[in-house]
């Protein structure tokens, strides 16, 4: 008599240590414009059913409430409380320095998470937000450059020289603050990826008591934001080859991993 064999199919399960934390890029990691890329919608939702603790880190300083719809709309069921911007920093060091009043380039949409006074009269602070939304033009950037050599102090929300929409590169916030770092022979410090200072509010916000906890692992497609961003504040990061990726980017940082799709992280 012939012997039935019985095939058993192993369900998926995640790979989740419940002590693991992550901190998971948007643009290129998630979604590539309004489509997810790849498998990032399993792995999303394996790793809520699972309970995992997870936030999405952006250099987009687009509202959380609007990158939630964005990600909704792909397939993934964010809130805004998991997703933290640039503004989510510079907010936290406004209120440590009690700064009040500030000059912000951007529009109307960055300009209201920014909690302080907006003023273009004697500002105590300047920030970068944007110069794409609102058609930033010459005189945005000559009066930053009036208010840098009067000595009003400066931060970036972003340190990234372009970014991606539809394959092609666009100008991005980094690429106007170094324009005007050089015209004003000053620096203007970074509070998205890949500071320090991003990356230890994320961590807070993932309760953690320590920025250098090694139970958080970055997951990210720019090896210059993401992955040396996570390096620069001690932790441990994924280079997914997507998005911004290029071959040899993971010669130019130390991930402690690389993958072609998050799928790999699930078993």
């Known amino acids: 008599m012939p012997q039935i064999g019985i095939l058993f199919f192993k369900t998926p399960v995640f790979l989740y240590d419940k002590t693991m934390k992550y901190l998971i890029d948007l643009d290129g990691t998630l979604l590539a414009g309004s489509h997810a890329i790849n498998s990032s919608p399993l792995f999303i939702g394996d790793l809520q059913k699972n309970n995992g603790d997870f936030l999405i880190m952006t250099n987009s300083v687009k509202p ?7 990600l909704a709309s792909a ?39 920014i909690r302080a006074e907006w003023t273009d ?13 609102d058609n930033m033009a010459y005189d945005s950037l000559q009066k930053a450059l009036t208010f840098l050599l009067d000595g009003v102090p400066a931060v970036s929300a972003s340190g990234s020289l372009f970014y991606l929409k539809e394959g092609k590169r666009f100008l991005d916030t980094g690429s106007f603050a170094s324009l005007l770092e050089r015209a004003s022979e000053t620096d203007i410090p970074v509070m998205g990826k890949p500071s320090r200072g991003y990356f230890k509010i994320a961590c807070s916000l993932l309760n953690s008591g320590n920025e250098t906890d090694g139970e958080i692992r970055v997951i ?34 130390a991930p402690s991993r690389m993958i072609r799709d998050l799928t790999e992280l699930i078993l």
Not at 64 to 70: F, K, V, Y
Not at 87 to 95: D, F, T
Not at 235 to 240: R, V
Request: hydrophobic share 30%.
């Open 121 to 133: 009269r004697n500002p105590e602070f300047m920030v970068l937000a944007d110069f794409e939304r």
């Open 220 to 253: 990210g497609d720019d090896w210059s934001t993401d992955i040396r961003g996570a390096e620069e504040a001690g932790l441990k990061g994924i280079l997914i080859q997507s998005g911004k990726y290029r071959k040899g980017d993971e010669k130019k940082c």
């Open 75 to 113: 397939g993934m069921d964010i809130p805004p409380h998991r997703i933290i911007n640039p503004l989510s920093a510079i907010n936290g060091y406004l209120k440590k320095e009690n700064i009040t009043k500030v000059f912000t380039i951007g529009s109307v949409l960055e300009k209201e998470q």
């Open 64 to 70: 959380p409430r609007l990158q939630s719809e964005r």
